[in-house]
């Protein structure tokens, strides 16, 4: 019945906003190959300063100072800002800015808009055209 009220289905809204509905942009995922966006862990305009580790998939769409460190996969949105001092994640979607040292042990994704400075260590890395790669690289394992 809640999820019903905020779609609007309860007062008539035809259009309205459903709040439980995660918009996602269909050129990242087309770019990145993933089937759907992973769970928004900070919005677009927060910041947070700190260490933080994740146990599943996240989308970062704000700002992050400090380490971050997953057993997932971890997607920097085109407006997620991050100031690591390192990112350790088994694959890594970065679509935003990332400055500071990434160890990825499998892939990482550098998708046209996006944009990393340090050093990278990864299993693998796929660099699209537009994005950047800025600092030393060491690939495999």
Do not use: H, W, Y
Not at 40 to 47: E, I, N, W
Not at 62 to 82: E, N, P, Q, R, W
Not at 130 to 135: F, S, T, V
């Amino acid at each position: 019945m809640l999820k019903q009220l905020f779609a609007g289905k309860i007062f008539g809204k035809k259009n309205s906003t459903n709040i439980f509905e995660q918009k996602t942009d269909t050129s990242i995922l087309k770019a990145s190959g993933l089937k759907s966006i992973p769970p928004v862990f900070l919005k677009k305009g927060a910041k947070i300063s700190g260490n933080i580790f994740f146990n599943q998939p996240v989308t970062i769409e704000g700002a992050i100072k400090g380490s971050i460190k997953s057993k997932d996969m971890v997607f920097i949105a085109s407006d997620g800002i991050i100031e690591a001092g390192e990112l350790i994640s088994p694959k890594a979607i970065i679509a935003g800015v990332v400055n500071g040292d990434l160890n990825i042990s499998e892939n990482l994704q550098i998708l046209n808009q996006g944009v990393v400075n340090g050093l990278v260590k990864a299993g693998s890395v796929s660099l699209q055209e537009g994005g950047m790669l800025i600092g030393q690289v060491k690939i495999g394992r």
